[in-house]
C-alpha cells in the first residue's frame, strides 16, 4: 500500500515497525513462518509487515510483544506511528478492505450507488466501466469487490445494517437488466439474519439526510471508526466523539426510513419498473401523470360526454 513520507523522522513510517519487528523476531531465532503459526496468522502477513506493506492492528503488535519478549516495545512504536497520513495511491481503499476483513458489525448509510457489499458482479463491473479502460483492471477490480462480501453473506457473518436513499435504486448503472438483478439481490440478501437493508424514500422531505454515505464500523478490539469517502480518497476518524455524533445521527435516520419489511416491498415496486427493460419512472413522473389521468376524468361525465352548460357567472376553476 502506498502512502507519503511525511518530513522528519523516519519513525513515522510503517517500515520502521516492520525492521523492529523483524530485529526481534531474528533475535529469538524465528522464522516468519513460525512467528505466523504462534500468533496465529498467515506468512505472509508476516513478511508484509515486515516489508512495510502492510498495517497491522495493534493486537498483532501485542500479541509479538508477548511472544518475542520485548518488553511492550511494539506495541508502543505502533502507537505513536501516524499510520495512514495520507493515502495518495488508487488502493486507498485496501485500509477499509482491510476492516471489513475483521468487523464484528457495520452500520452504513448510503447515497448514490449501492454499497460494495451488496453489488452484483454485473453492477460492479459496470461502474469500475466507468472509470477504468483496462479490461483486465475491471476484471481484478470486480473480483476483489466480491471476495470482501463473502464474510457477510456466509453463516455467522458480522451483522450488516444499511439505509439507501431512494436515489441508490432509481441511478441507473448499467441498464434495466443489470437494475432488476441487483435489486433481486437486495431482495435475497436482506433475508439473512445478519443483514438488515432499509430505504428512505425521496417524498420524506423532513428526513435528515447526511450529506455523504458514511460507515460506523465496529471491530472484535473494541475500537469503533466512522468512514467516509471523498471523490478519491476515504476519511476515517476513531475519534470517540465523532463516532458518537454519527452514531446518534444514524440511528434517527434509521428511524424515519422504512422498516426492513416495508424497504423490501418498495424495493420490489422499483424491481419491477425495471421489468420491461425500459428505467423506471420517477417517483415525480409518476404523480404528475395520475394527477393528469384525475383531472381528465374529472372532465368526464360518467356515461357520456361532457355538455358544456351555459353559466351566468365567471367561470370558476375546477378544484
Known sequence: MARRRTGGSGATTAVVFGEVLRHFREGASLTQEALAARIPCDRSHVARVEAGTRVPQDTFAKTCDTLLATGGVLT???????????????????????????????????????????????????????????????????????????????QGGPLYVVVLDEVCLRHVVGGAVVMREQCAHLLKVGQLSNIRIQVVPLRLSD???????????????GKRWVYSESLDRGHFSDDPTVFVRHSATYDVLRADALSAS???????????????????????????????QRGQRRRLRRGGPRIPMRRSGPRQQEP
Do not use: K
Not at 420491461?276 to 419512472?281: A, I, S, T, Y
Open 76 to 154: 508502543r512504536l505502533w502507537s505513536r506511528i501516524d499510520w495512514y497520513p495520507q493515502v495518495e495511491h488508487p488502493d486507498w481503499f485496501q485500509r477499509r478492505a482491510e476492516m471489513d476483513a475483521e468487523a464484528v458489525s457495520i452500520r452504513a448509510y448510503q447515497t448514490q450507488v449501492m454499497p460494495g457489499l451488496l453489488q452484483t458482479p454485473d453492477y460492479a463491473s459496470a461502474l469500475f466501466t466507468r472509470r477504468l479502460m483496462d479490461t483486465a483492471d475491471v476484471s481484478d477490480q470486480v473480483r476483489a469487490r466480491m471476495s470482501r462480501q463473502q464474510r457477510f453473506y456466509g
Open 207 to 221: 428526513v435528515d439526510r447526511p450529506d455523504t454515505s458514511l460507515s460506523l464500523i465496529e471491530l472484535p478490539n
Open 262 to 292: 416495508q424497504s423490501a416491498v418498495f424495493i420490489n415496486d422499483v424491481m419491477e419498473g425495471y421489468g420491461d427493460h425500459e428505467e423506471p419512472r420517477s417517483e415525480c413522473c409518476q404523480l404528475g401523470q395520475e394527477q393528469l
